[in-house]
């Protein structure tokens, strides 16, 4: 009914910068927030940045001033841009979308997972 679709993880350097796309598709009537979570090995999931439908953000205090996450409406696309890479950003990284359905059902929905490497 509803998928989230992420892309742009992959292999970086130190300092590098990368940008990871989500796009929602299926049967939406409307998106509340999206947002992105990150896994380490060993570790929970955490929140990394987040927007709400009316454009306020909120981010990780470990990636403050060095990510940015936008969302295209149109599109039903979040975007996470990340700059000055840390070896400490390598995880999986999930989309994460609060929606509701044509049928007026609210949810969570959750992406595959994209691997992102910061090589030091």
């Known amino acids: 009914q509803v998928q989230l679709v992420e892309s742009g993880g992959g292999l970086v350097q130190a300092g590098g910068s990368l940008r990871l796309s989500c796009a929602a598709s299926g049967r939406i009537d409307s998106i509340n927030a999206m947002g992105w979570y990150r896994q380490a090995p060993g570790n929970q999931r955490e929140l990394v940045a987040i927007?709400?439908?009316?454009?306020?953000?909120n981010y990780a205090d470990s990636v403050k001033g060095r990510f940015t996450i936008s969302r295209d409406t149109s599109k039903n696309t979040v975007y996470l841009q990340m700059n000055s890479l840390k070896p400490e950003d390598t995880a999986v990284y999930y989309c994460h979308a609060n929606i509701r359905t044509e049928w007026g059902i609210r949810g969570d929905y959750w992406g595959q997972g994209t691997q992102l490497t910061v090589s030091s």
């Open positions: 927007v709400i439908s009316g454009g306020s953000t």
